[in-house]
C-alpha cells in the first residue's frame, strides 16, 4: 500500500495530541486531588468551630440556669469556661480564614486545568476528524486506481497478465515468456565485414550477411 504523507502527518499529530490530552488529565486529576485536600482543611475547621460553639452555647445554657437558680459560683464557672474557650475559637477562626486563600488558589488552577483538558480534547476531536477524512479521501483514490488495474491472458502460454489502463503499451506476453523469447536471440558476425548480425534461433535460414553488405551484394549483381 503506498505511503501518505498528508496521512502520515495527520496520524502523528493525532498521536500528539492524544499525549497532551493524557496530560491536561493527570493534570486535572492532580489539581482536584490538591483542591480535595485544602477543602479538607476548611472543613476540618469548620467541624471544629461548630463542635466549640455547640459547647460554649452549652456553657451558656448552664450559666443561665444556675444564675436563675441563685448558684452564682457555678454560673461564673461556666462563664469562666465560655472565656476560656474564646481563644481557641478565635484562632479556629484564624485558621479557617488562612485555610480559604490556599483553596481559592487550587479552584483556580483547577478550573484552568480542566479548561486547558476541554481545549485538549477539542484539539484532539478536530485532528481525529481529520485524519478520518485524509483516510477515507486516501481509500477512495486508492480503489479508483485500483479500478484501472486489469487482467488479460499471454497469447504464448495463457498465463494472467496484470496491466494498468493508463498504460501507453500492453504487453501481450508475459514475463516470463519475454525472457524466454530474449534468449532466441542470437548475433554472429557478418561474413561480409565482420559487424553483428542479429537472428532468432528459430529462424529456418538465418542471415548471413548484414543489411548493409546484403544491399551492396544486390546492386553489385
Known sequence: MTKDSKLDYLGAEVDRLKAEYVRAKERVSACASELDRLRADVDYYKREIAQLKSVIASERQLASACYSAGDHYSAKSHSCNIQNMKPRLDSLYDGKQRAYG??????????????????????????????????????????????????????LCGATIRYHEDWARVPDTCKSCREREKLKWREKPCHGCGRPVRYNVEWAHPPNYCKDCKERFTKSG
Open 102 to 155: 490556599p483553596v481559592e488558589s487550587a479552584r483556580a488552577r483547577f478550573q484552568q486545568a480542566v479548561e486547558e483538558k476541554r481545549r485538549a480534547g477539542a484539539q484532539l476531536s478536530a485532528a481525529r476528524e481529520a485524519f478520518n477524512a485524509r483516510l477515507a479521501e486516501v481509500r477512495a483514490e486508492r480503489s479508483r486506481e485500483q479500478a484501472k488495474w486489469h487482467e488479460k491472458r499471454c497469447k
